[in-house]
Structure formats: structure tokens, C-alpha cells
């Protein structure tokens, strides 16, 4: 069964930059759309960008210009690449493809 693994969270200050990566443990990521999502205390998971198959990404406004999706050098690899990070960025942030979620990579924004 294909798995993911989120990684690259941590604790940054506000301004700061942090890059997740998504892997998969099969192929999936060619045929699918791949979205990241977070989810801070108290509150819903909520969509922050996708990428689909013909490579095209999508973001939500609170952060278009700031955050960028990506398709890594190892074809079962997705990025998020996350600039100029708020507080209100801090969450768990998960990826998502064919109904399938990681187990999340936990981003901490200091004010």
C-alpha cells in the first residue's frame, strides 16, 4: 500500500522560510493531483495549495506570493516551499493524493 511521509517542520521565527517535502513510497504522484493541507489547534484542516498531474498549482489566498508547490528531482517527491511565514501559519500540515494523507509535519511560527 502507498504511504506518505511528510517532513522538513519546525519552529521558525516569523519571516522566516521553511520547505516540506512530501514522499511517496510508489508512483502515485504522477497520475494524481497532490494538495497540502494544515490544521491549527482548534481549528479545520484546511486546503493551502495543489499541484496536478499536468503540473499546473493552485493556492489559497492567505498564501498566494508566499508559498510555492512543487514536484522535487526524485519523481515521487512534492515540495512546499513556505516564505515569509506568519504565526497564523502554524499548524500541522499534511499532504493528500488518491484519498491517501501522511501524518502531518508540524510548523511553528514565532512572533
Known amino acids: 500500500q502507498v504511504q506518505l511521509v511528510e517532513s522538513g517542520g519546525g519552529l521558525v521565527q516569523a519571516g522566516g522560510s521553511l520547505r516540506l517535502s512530501c514522499a511517496a513510497s510508489?508512483?502515485?504522484?504522477?497520475?494524481?493531483?497532490v494538495g497540502w493541507y494544515r490544521q491549527a489547534p482548534g481549528k479545520q484542516r484546511e486546503w493551502v495549495a495543489t499541484?496536478?498531474?499536468?503540473?499546473?498549482?493552485l493556492y489559497a489566498d492567505s498564501v498566494k506570493g508566499r508559498f510555492t508547490i512543487s514536484r522535487g528531482n526524485a519523481k515521487n517527491t512534492v515540495l512546499l516551499q513556505m516564505n515569509s511565514l506568519k504565526p497564523e501559519d502554524t499548524a500541522v500540515y499534511y499532504c493528500?493524493?488518491?484519498?491517501?494523507w501522511g501524518q502531518g509535519t508540524q510548523v511553528t511560527v514565532s512572533s
Open positions: 510508489g508512483s502515485i504522484f504522477s497520475i494524481n493531483p
Open positions: 493528500n493524493t488518491a484519498k491517501l
Open positions: 499541484i496536478t498531474s499536468g503540473d499546473s498549482t
